[in-house]
């Protein structure tokens, strides 16, 4: 038996959008840019796309862009701010995905950009006084970027809560989404936030199709240069299947998201639940069992033999997980979510486990199962 557990690195492509992308493989493959009717017939799909994707997240189209990834997303923002709006200021986290910690450490590089990190809980939640303290003390232009859900472990911020906060202090904000984006409602008029990231991959679309929300009020400059694409804001011929993948299934994730949430959500307790009753001393990273990513859970096995190896035995058994994020794989760095939340012990493992409306009960068995038979139980 096989049991894919590694939702949170990349979710499988639903039939549903296969077969919306295949006739722009095979049949509609005209250039977006191009005038000509093979063109405009792939631009018109894209468009219309873009005004469903801004009638889900209640904003206008014209504030819908489209990228390669979370990633290209990410660094679009927070370099963005920076060259455009002039912020002198950005306050972050230790524990934000890579792509973010990498973007904001480069920008710290340069002369006059100050980098700030707010503290974190025993649990790893964001503390807001934390925040506002910084908030207070900065002076000039600032940006804030912390992540809706971390991807390691599953914590949410309170997006709202945190909007508030950047606009007392008025300064501004951009979350990454990645993790979220399809699985929690997301009112973009509500929030209130400048920016926001997503991609398609985690959302049982095609990976190479990311998204990216820029408030209507603010302007940055493209990151990547070369063409009039995305109105002027990402050159290079678009990924017109990717994205038309990645519009059907923000669709489809908005249409189930109350049935599946319940599903991902049951998975989830009924793997603690397993866990806690088979293998001595569990525990979980993060807040598990509280304001957690339904789909995300972080599992710490107490330290004894070959517990460097049970990743590596997991995937000898068929069973797909992580140690972290699967952005980060080949490195022999540990996590830095855990070690700046306290969640490594010497000799212990943690694993991380993710869901998806596909995963079955019998997989996570599989794996409890495995778990037991590698730990010696």
Do not use: W
């Not at 200021?89 to 524990?95: A, F, L, M, P, T």
């Not at 079955?360 to 778990?371: C, K, P, Q, T």
């Amino acid at each position: 038996m096989k049991a894919y557990l590694d939702n949170a690195a990349t979710t499988a492509l639903s039939q549903e959008v296969i077969d919306e992308m295949l006739p722009f493989m095979k049949q509609h493959y005209g250039n977006p840019s191009s005038i000509h009717a093979y063109g405009r017939e792939v631009r018109s799909k894209m468009e219309k796309g873009r005004k469903l994707i801004s009638k889900l997240l209640n904003c206008s189209p014209s504030e819908i862009y489209f990228t390669s990834s979370g990633t290209e997303t990410n660094n679009t923002v927070i370099k963005g701010c920076v060259k455009s709006l002039g912020v002198k200021n950005i306050i972050s986290s230790k524990i934000e995905h890579h792509c973010v910690l990498h973007a904001v450490e480069e920008m710290g590089k340069l002369p006059d950009i100050n980098v700030h990190y707010v503290d974190l809980d025993e649990k790893g939640h964001v503390c807001f006084s934390s925040l506002e303290n910084l908030l207070d003390k900065v002076e000039g232009k600032t940006l804030v970027t912390l992540m809706h859900a971390n991807n390691e472990v599953g914590n949410l911020v309170d997006l709202k809560s945190m909007s508030v906060l950047c606009r007392k202090y008025d300064a501004y904000l951009h979350s990454d989404t990645v993790q979220t984006l399809g699985h929690y409602p997301i009112d973009l008029q509500e929030l209130d936030v400048d920016f926001i990231s997503g991609s398609g991959h985690k959302i049982h679309g095609p990976k190479g199709a990311g998204l990216l929300y820029i408030n209507g009020n603010l302007k940055i400059d493209a990151f990547i240069h070369g063409g009039s694409q995305e109105r002027n804001m990402r050159a290079g011929t678009e990924n017109t299947y990717g994205i038309i993948g990645l519009i059907k299934a923000l669709e489809l994730a908005h249409e189930n998201m109350d049935s599946d949430i319940v599903l991902v959500q049951s998975l989830k307790d009924y793997m603690i639940e397993q866990l806690e009753s088979k293998i001595p001393n569990v525990s979980f990273n993060g807040d598990a069992k509280g304001s957690s990513l339904y789909t995300v859970l972080n599992v710490n096995i107490p330290a004894g033999k070959d517990s460097d190896m049970l990743l590596f035995n997991l995937d000898i058994a068929g069973i797909a997980a992580s140690s972290g994020s699967a952005c980060s794989s080949g490195s022999s760095v540990g996590s830095h979510v855990l070690s700046n939340i306290g969640g490594v012990c010497e000799g212990s493992a943690s694993i991380r486990f993710s869901f998806s409306k596909y995963t079955g009960r019998e997989e996570i068995d599989y794996a409890v199962e495995s778990l037991e038979r590698i730990l010696g139980l």
